[in-house]
């Protein structure tokens, strides 16, 4: 008995001595010791006007502070008469409202479907209310031969009538 009271006193004094030189003589974290001072050589303070400027140089444009062109975000109403073709430009998007209308592609590639998660290559027929992308110019939307009258599709970006 006299023997698990003094094991049990060691520990106690063992325990107590590892936290006092734990709390006393412990180095900084390695965490801390490398952080960085802000504002110092290896970690400069920099402005927004100067990040603006370097991204401007990466992109070839402007960046930031309204002096970026901004696309324009509009949905313009536009009539599509029988015979004529829709050519979209890049990055423009397109939803048939109004009338049958048939994919144009001047090269295998095709229209992203957005909404049917398709492909639409040249000559497919195109569901009413799809959201259309045009990955690059060179491909547009024409009504079906078979119909009188032209479509009436919704755009947003650039377009041309031929």
Do not use: C
């Not at 974290?29 to 110092?40: D, F, I, K, Q, R």
């Not at 992109?59 to 536009?78: F, I, K, M, N, R």
């Not at 040249?122 to 259309?132: A, D, E, R, V, Y």
């Amino acid at each position: 008995m006299k023997q698990k009271v003094l094991r049990g006193i060691a520990a106690v004094v063992l325990i107590g001595a590892g936290v006092w030189v734990g709390v006393n003589f412990a180095s900084p974290l390695e965490a801390e010791s490398n952080a960085l001072t802000p504002g110092s050589v290896q970690d400069p303070v920099v402005t927004k006007s100067y990040v603006d400027e370097q991204l401007a140089k990466l992109s070839g444009g402007a960046v930031g502070g309204g002096t970026a062109p901004v696309a324009d975000s509009t949905l313009e109403v536009v009539i599509v008469p029988a015979g004529k073709t829709l050519m979209a430009g890049q990055g423009t998007e397109v939803i048939v409202r109004v009338g049958k209308a048939i994919a144009y592609s001047s090269d295998a590639s095709g229209i992203a479907d957005l909404t049917g998660g398709t492909d639409l290559t040249k000559g497919k027929s195109i569901p009413t209310n799809h959201l259309l992308l045009f990955p690059r110019e060179g491909r547009g939307i024409l009504p079906d031969p078979n119909q009188k009258n032209g479509l009436t599709v919704l755009v947003k970006g650039s377009y041309t009538l031929q």
